[in-house]
């Protein structure tokens, strides 16, 4: 710990440099991961404020994988987390007093607005709960085919999902079907350099017919993986257009002065 803690203040130059290192939490921090020791004492990290913590912080690149590596040391917010409540700050600014939905939600960006807005509710898809039904205080609703009222909610927010979706030319017309007039659906997927949008699996009654190799994101909250049904390409807005009738701007920032770096940092923002 004394070696570690000598190291840190050597790099850092100071011992205590007070709101923008945070050097308690950076010491914490490295106590318990060592790849964050290791960055740290290489250098690989960056003073910024956190759109998450909203404090003055330290970002470390734990591995050349930024996009779930680059941490705040306060809070440990990763990349698009910190990019889609930045996003969502400029183009709705008082979504706290909004009615805002968030399918699957989890991690640090789902935890700041369930905390700050009062009208924040979620759902997850239980394959053996039906839609509209609760198990153990979860929601379940299916993206394909909601049971919520039609103009529900202001903003709809989805993390990482409709890459996953079986159906998604259903999803995002439910989606615009549940929005509010001039209501958005501001959301995250992996957008891929393919002019043309990959489709790796498609539903087959009630199997799933693969028409490439399948291939599976990790789910941290279970450990399960989830299959990449959708590799979206640069063709997706019109998918949106055409299906939900919505007009999708998309939000590409790199600043680590805001831990904004690294891989698939694209935020969407469809609006009805």
Excluded at 110 to 128: L, P, Q, V, W
Excluded at 207 to 236: C, M, N, Q, R, S
Aim: aromatic share 12%; glycine share 6%.
């Amino acid at each position: 710990m004394s070696n570690l803690r000598a190291g840190i203040i050597k790099v850092l130059k100071k011992p205590y440099l007070s709101g923008v290192y945070n050097y308690l939490r950076l010491i914490n921090a490295a106590r318990q991961d060592s790849l964050i020791a290791k960055a740290v004492l290489n250098k690989k990290f960056n003073s910024g404020f956190c759109p998450i913590c909203e404090k003055k912080v330290l970002f470390v690149r734990k591995t050349d994988w930024l996009r779930d590596n680059y941490y705040c040391v306060s809070c440990f917010s990763i990349p698009r987390q910190r990019a889609i409540i930045k996003v969502l700050e400029a183009v709705a600014p008082n979504w706290r007093e909004m009615t805002i939905h968030e399918s699957a939600s989890g991690g640090l960006s789902s935890d700041k607005i369930k905390s700050e807005c009062a009208n924040y509710t979620s759902s997850f898809y239980m394959k053996d709960v039906p839609s509209g039904t609760s198990r153990n205080g979860v929601r379940s609703e299916n993206l394909e085919k909601m049971t919520f009222a039609a103009e529900s909610f202001d903003i709809f927010i989805t993390q990482d999902v409709f890459e996953h979706v079986l159906n998604p030319d259903l999803g995002f017309r439910e989606v615009a079907r549940v929005l509010k007039p001039n209501g958005i659906h501001i959301f995250t997927i992996p957008l891929y350099q393919h002019e043309k949008s990959l489709v790796r699996a498609v539903p087959d009654g009630d199997e799933i017919k693969y028409l490439v190799e399948p291939d599976y994101h990790g789910d941290p909250a279970t450990g399960d993986g989830w299959l990449v049904v959708t590799e979206w390409g640069h063709d997706f807005p019109d998918f949106i257009q055409k299906n939900g009738g919505m007009k999708t701007d998309i939000h590409l920032e790199k600043d680590v002065k805001y831990g904004l770096d690294g891989e698939f940092l694209e935020v969407f923002v469809s609006k009805k």
